[in-house]
């Protein structure tokens, strides 16, 4: 299996900043989310478990042992580490290197591992000959605040593609907030101020149901304050509140409208953390705010953000505007809920890793396990000829499989595809390793089997279903969860179909599949034997194997007398000469050259590929009103009875005797090239 190993090393906490402490805990956050990483992490001097706990307590990282390293920066110190580092690197065979800290990044410049070598510039003055260094010899560089990577973009050649950026980062959002001013409410968190007074009583003056919540760290000078205020400026609905725990603020972020983290005093076009923090807390509640126009802000709202504020007057328009036009309101609103997304986990996450695992050139493997591949033979060639390690683990039946080979090829795989959720499924669900993907592809067969019951589903990463009927039928009932379910349809090679057709084919039909019995052969019997009375013309052509050459079918007893009955109907028949088998074979592209009309007669399918086979090639699909049908075929070729195929057949063939018939807008989707990519996408996202 494809790993990504890291080692961390970190100069001293003790030197370190907060900001810096949490910024590196995101950062090993981020990475030990990915079971595939491992992660060493070195200190630059001894670490208590407290002060490990406050960057991670994620069982999996591995803390070395420092050695000798010493607290000072000294020279001889600085090629302790250096040789330290060098010789964990000849151990390990690193992909990556991140070097915590300003002193150490002259370290990074040792020929022996830079080019694996990522430093992490925490928040301190540089020197440009040291950026530029660092522009010039690592392939990138990790940052901690917007201010560090403008200054690296700034000052340096580097490519903006080069600077990673460690945000601050939220909870994902699992809903979608309403966009509304329901209190005419601001909440404020700071001191209570002249400003704020005059913020106050301008709004209320012009909004009468206008209030305000001041979330102070000083609630007892605030509200002495407010006392002596109210009793000779009347300014009630003006509250302080103990600002005391984080729950809190969010509670009164939902109770509010509005947020004012405006600050008069500021100069500075980048990074202001506490503030960033705050409009975060307010945008993923869909709460707009009023804040300062700088360069941050403006990048991550849009230049074009409608509350913000140059000056405390502006501020003061702004809050007025917010409740006055719920269309801005609604505006600023849905913008701050937006850009809460880029600092989201899974964001931020997906965003770094993808950056971090272009350090390992090693090809993936995929795994594709099943007793049965004949509808994946497309996508399996598709991966053997993309940049992937390609491994079968072929089953003998639904539930026979070599479990020493099974167990020795999961051992290699990123990737495990079952095809049918049958046994392969509840086996790979029930032991598939840390780090890899399971993903199990359902057509319509297992519905009438036990095996889902048993699968673990914490273990899967998505079930694909091929088409929407059975998509909502596995739903409803084998209750797969929903949230593990994906559509993506079964694939024809619209390409490989598209041969010139033969002459005087305008009354030939074919089936492909007859057997078991529930592809109804006997409809098809029946609908050829009323064409072949109004026209002699017309020709059945049977494609697939028949019931002797399957051996399970020949020990059901009711089914074979079934067959029976069908195929003396046929031998008895004046028309048994027009009725050709083919066989079984991959020549069923030639096969189609031949046919104007494609039947499904099934009681039921989950796609049918046979159809839309036929339909790449040209033939109009005739097909019965299965569960589902009108979901991927065309209504106006779809039948509920025998005359209504037979009436259909003989309308479309008095209509496009000398019409080329074209498929291929409805066909296009199912192609193997989009579905081999959807696939691709899906699994190697």
Same mark, same amino acid.
């Given at each position: ?16 900043? !907060? ?7 995101? =950062? ?70 991140? =070097?915590?800290?300003? #002193? ?7 020929? +022996? ?23 010039? *010899? ?50 404020? +968190? ?118 913000? $504020? ?132 359902? /057509? ?45 349809? *079964? ?15 305008? /009354? ?46 020949? *020990?059901?007893?009711?089914?074979? #007398? ?21 066989? /079984?074979? %991959? ?15 099934? %009681?039921? #399918? ?22 589902? $049908? %009108?979901?991927?075929? !065309? ?7 025998? %005359? ?10 008095? #209509? ?22 959807? =696939? ?6």
């Amino acid at each position: 299996m494809k790993r990504l190993k890291i080692l961390l090393y970190i100069e001293q906490l003790s030197t370190v900043s !907060p900001h810096s402490i949490e910024r590196l805990s995101s =950062l090993t956050s981020v990475l030990m989310s990915d079971e595939k990483v491992a992660l060493d992490i070195l200190p630059g001097s001894p670490m208590s478990k407290e002060a490990q706990a406050s960057l991670s307590t994620n069982q999996k990282i591995t803390w070395l042992p420092n050695g000798n390293v010493s607290k000072e920066m000294e020279d001889e110190t600085a090629t302790d580490i250096s040789n330290k580092i060098s010789e964990l690197e000849n151990k390990s065979n690193y992909h990556i290197i991140i =070097l915590h800290g300003k #002193e150490i990044m002259s370290l990074a410049l040792c020929d +022996k591992y830079k080019q694996k070598v990522i430093p992490f510039l925490i928040d301190k003055n540089y020197q440009y000959s040291e950026l530029e260094k660092v522009s010039k *010899n690592f392939p990138a560089v990790f940052v901690e605040s917007y201010k560090m990577k403008h200054l690296l973009l700034q000052t340096t050649d580097l490519l903006e593609d080069k600077v990673i950026l460690i945000p601050p980062i939220i909870d994902d959002i699992l809903s979608k907030p309403e966009f509304c001013n329901r209190y005419f409410s601001l909440l404020y +968190k700071g001191k209570l101020s002249n400003e704020i007074i005059s913020i106050f009583q301008t709004t209320k003056r012009k909004q009468t149901l206008f209030s305000m919540i001041i979330l102070s760290n000083h609630l007892v000078k605030e509200r002495e304050k407010l006392s002596f205020l109210n009793r000779y400026r009347k300014i009630k609905g003006l509250t302080a509140i103990e600002n005391d725990s984080p729950e809190k603020f969010n509670r009164l972020i939902y109770e509010s409208d509005l947020g004012y983290l405006f600050d008069y005093s500021s100069t500075s076009n980048y990074e202001q953390r506490e503030t960033l923090k705050e409009l975060l807390a307010f945008s993923i509640q869909g709460k707009p705010v009023i804040v300062n126009r700088n360069a941050q802000f403006e990048e991550i709202l849009g230049e074009d953000y409608p509350l913000f $504020a140059g000056s405390l007057q502006e501020s003061k328009e702004k809050i007025i505007l917010a409740f006055r036009n719920q269309e801005i309101y609604k505006i600023a609103s849905e913008r701050c809920f937006k850009a809460s997304f880029r600092y989201q986990f899974s964001h931020v996450s997906n965003y770094i890793l993808k950056k971090l695992w272009n350090f390992n050139q090693e090809k993936e493997t995929i795994l594709f396990a099943g007793h049965d591949f004949k509808f994946l033979k497309d996508y399996i060639a598709f991966c053997e000829r993309s940049q992937l390690n390609v491994l079968i683990d072929k089953w003998s039946s639904h539930n026979v499989h070599n479990l020493e080979e099974s167990q020795q090829l999961m051992q290699k795989a990123d990737a495990i595809f079952c095809e049918w959720g049958l046994g392969n499924a509840v086996f790979y669900s029930n032991h598939r390793l840390p780090g890899q993907q399971l993903f199990i592809r359902v /057509h319509r067969q297992e519905l009438e089997t036990n095996y889902l019951e048993n699968v673990n589903y914490k273990n899967v990463t998505n079930v694909i279903a091929i088409s929407p009927y059975i998509f909502e039928e596995f739903n409803r009932l084998k209750k797969i969860p929903r949230d593990k379910l994906i559509l993506i349809q *079964n694939m024809v090679d619209i390409k490989k179909y598209q041969q010139p057709k033969k002459e005087n084919i305008t /009354h030939n039909l074919g089936i492909i599949g007859i057997l078991p019995k529930l592809k109804r052969i006997d409809r098809v019997i029946d609908i050829f034997d009323k064409l072949w009375k109004k026209d002699k013309r017309y020709k059945l052509f049977i494609k697939g194997k028949l019931p002797e050459e399957l051996p399970w079918l020949k *020990n059901r007893k009711t089914e074979m #007398e079934y067959f029976t009955e069908v195929f003396d109907k046929i031998n008895d028949s004046p028309w048994k000469d027009h009725v050709f088998f083919d066989g /079984h074979g %991959d020549d069923v592209a030639e096969w189609l050259t031949n046919i104007n009309y494609m039947l499904s007669t099934s %009681d039921i #399918e989950s796609f049918h590929l046979a159809p839309m086979e036929g339909m790449a090639s040209g033939a109009t699909p005739i097909v019965f009103n299965w569960p589902g $049908a %009108d979901t991927i075929y !065309p209504k106006e070729f779809i039948v509920n009875n025998i %005359d209504e195929a037979v009436e259909l057949i003989v309308k479309l063939t008095k #209509e496009d005797k000398k019409k080329d018939n074209n498929f291929l807008p409805i066909v296009e989707k199912y192609d193997i090239s989009n579905i081999n990519e959807r =696939l691709n996408k899906l699994i190697f996202k």
